[in-house]
């Protein structure tokens, strides 16, 4: 199955999330259309609607309702990212300038409340407590591990497990309630649910595990994103963090430093320390661990095209280069 296999099966559910998303864009203040425009067609992968369509089909629903579901997941994640865009500074993303570099602060910040106000009002419409209780305890944590992550910056003493709680929140959290959400509103099994709830946990970790492996692996045109944003901005991730911790008094040196002041001066010297420390290796091969994981998780799913293109996404995630 090819990347583009995982959205062949739900082709027609991923045109009609399309549509919602455009629907829901209006407002009478035109900037707010502008910039939710701008954002929305930017050509992300979408995994966390594709996520949602696929693990419902995968247990038995399809139609409006599961299209809506995933339109409210893509408008919550669109609205973090408007967010997280000016709580880095970051002036890229997906190939292109951010809101906050072509708009400034102020408007990215108000649009990102924007999505999240009709992100709530889609849930409303939605009309299912069960669904809004695990997107809005999402939200809530969601929040906590960005704010946990901002505590963390040019802080060289960051354990591996302070890291694992960061990315279990900032980016696994939604991978989770959009199995999770998919599954409670098909009223699939109490089994069925929790295996889809930790699917999309191992999954979005290992998702975010890949994301910081290629900052120091990639390329800014394949990535879509500046290499070494994150140690730029001191974020002591994974690959850093192991260097520290096994690799040469030097080259643990080098990068408690780099983290400290902030900035990519030393960019290629900390790609070499990296590569050269094993920590690469090591993010890599535990991406593939937690991939596998998600993968068991699946066995509780009757077999379908939307549980193989399930595994297959899986396995892309930790095999992409951007």
């Not at 946990?201 to 290992?206: E, N, Q, R, S, Y």
């Amino acid at each position: 199955m090819q990347p583009q296999s995982f959205y062949q099966v739900v082709a027609d559910d991923f045109a009609a999330v399309d549509g919602i998303i455009r629907n829901q864009l209006t407002s009478r203040v035109p900037l707010v259309e502008k910039i939710g425009d701008y954002i929305t067609s930017a050509g992300g992968k979408r995994l966390r609607p594709l996520l949602v369509l696929l693990s419902g089909n995968a247990v038995g629903l399809k139609g409006d309702q599961l299209r809506l579901l995933a339109a409210i997941i893509e408008f919550l994640h669109t609205s973090t990212l408007l967010h997280d865009d000016v709580v880095d500074m970051s002036g890229m993303r997906r190939g292109r300038s951010t809101a906050n570099a072509l708009w400034g602060n102020a408007p990215s910040v108000l649009v990102g409340d924007f999505l999240y106000a009709r992100s709530f009002e889609m849930m409303v419409a939605l009309g299912s407590m069960p669904v809004m209780r695990i997107i809005s305890q999402a939200t809530r944590v969601i929040a906590e591990g960005e704010v946990l992550q901002l505590s963390k910056v040019r802080d060289a003493s960051t354990t591996e497990e302070v890291y694992m709680e960061v990315i279990r929140g900032k980016t696994a959290m939604l991978f989770e309630a959009s199995t999770h959400s998919a599954a409670t509103l098909a009223g699939a099994s109490d089994e069925q649910c929790e295996a889809l709830r930790q699917f999309g946990d191992h999954l979005g970790i290992a998702f975010q595990l890949v994301d910081d492996l290629l900052d120091y692996q990639g390329d800014a045109e394949t990535l879509g994103k500046n290499v070494g944003d994150d140690l730029a901005e001191g974020k002591p991730t994974l690959p850093l963090i192991y260097t520290m911790r096994e690799g040469t008094p030097e080259q643990a040196t080098l990068v408690r430093k780099a983290i400290q002041k902030g900035g990519i001066e030393d960019l290629e010297s900390i790609r070499a320390a990296v590569q050269s420390s094993g920590a690469l290796d090591y993010t890599a091969r535990l991406a593939r661990e937690y991939a596998d994981r998600a993968i068991a998780c699946l066995e509780l799913i009757p077999a379908s095209p939307y549980r193989d293109a399930l595994v297959e996404l899986s396995r892309f995630a930790v095999a992409r280069t951007h």
